[in-house]
């Protein structure tokens, strides 16, 4: 069955610093995997795809997104991180023939000035 | 992309009483989703809403509570009826603009609290 983990609720990361939020997924076939970040009382905004091609996906803000197919893993990084970059960030993964995604858990991370 | 609007915002009602969240898309899409994001918690998509045929519903969630209207290519609508407290939660629509497979995106929700 399809599965899409985050497995960290919180990251805490200074300002200025690399940032990762992971991610990890399970599907049969080939992974349609996203990345949206939701900032306070706002929807949903689309980061980054990745469908098939380049295994470095580079997205909105700044971030960017690795595919690893031995780990299964879609994590999402940014070189430098931004105290605006606080937020609410959900991978999420296309899994069935009706165009449906399901999303992970969620990972708020929180950038100290 | 596509720019998503809803209505209402947010709202406060009392429990017993229905709600219909509007959602607005500025361009014809043929398939919209309706989510669910309760307190601290991911989204859950409720049902599928394509235009011209009936909404396909999720595991858990059912026309009488739920009851979707696509009338068209760019409107769709989601009642809450019968509402309890265990309804508060955000409700957001989607659609899927056909750039690629199963790519969303999100209208700013509806903040819903029932007391």
């Known amino acids: 069955a399809q599965s899409v983990a985050q497995p960290e609720d919180q990251v805490n990361v200074a300002e200025g610093n690399p940032l990762t939020v992971k991610c990890t997924y399970s599907?049969?076939?080939?992974?349609?995997l996203f990345w949206y970040v939701q900032y306070p009382n706002r929807g949903l905004q689309f980061l980054l795809k990745y469908i098939t091609g380049d295994n470095l996906v580079k997205g909105s803000y700044g971030f960017e997104a690795e595919f690893n197919k031995s780990q299964t893993s879609f994590h999402l990084k940014k070189p430098s991180a931004l105290v605006s970059d606080s937020a609410l960030y959900f991978c999420?993964?296309?899994?069935?023939?009706?165009?449906?995604?399901?999303f992970g858990s969620g990972t708020r991370l929180s950038i100290r000035p | 992309s596509a720019v998503i609007s809803q209505k209402p915002s947010r709202d406060i009602c009392q429990r017993g009483t229905s709600l219909t969240i509007q959602c607005q898309v500025d361009s014809q899409v043929t398939m919209m989703f309706w989510y669910r994001q309760q307190p601290g918690q991911s989204l859950t998509l409720i049902a599928t809403?394509?235009?011209?045929?009936?909404?396909?519903?999720e595991s858990g969630f059912v026309i009488d509570k739920f009851p979707i209207s696509r009338p068209n290519l760019t409107f769709s609508t989601l009642t809450v009826s019968n509402m309890s407290p265990e309804d508060s939660s955000i409700y957001l629509c989607s659609v899927e603009t056909g750039g690629s497979p199963y790519e969303q995106y999100f209208g700013p929700g509806t903040r819903l609290t029932v007391t």
């Open positions: 599907v049969s076939g080939n992974p349609y």
């Open positions: 809403a394509n235009q011209g045929s009936e909404a396909t519903y």
């Open positions: 999420a993964l296309g899994y069935s023939s009706a165009s449906k995604i399901i």
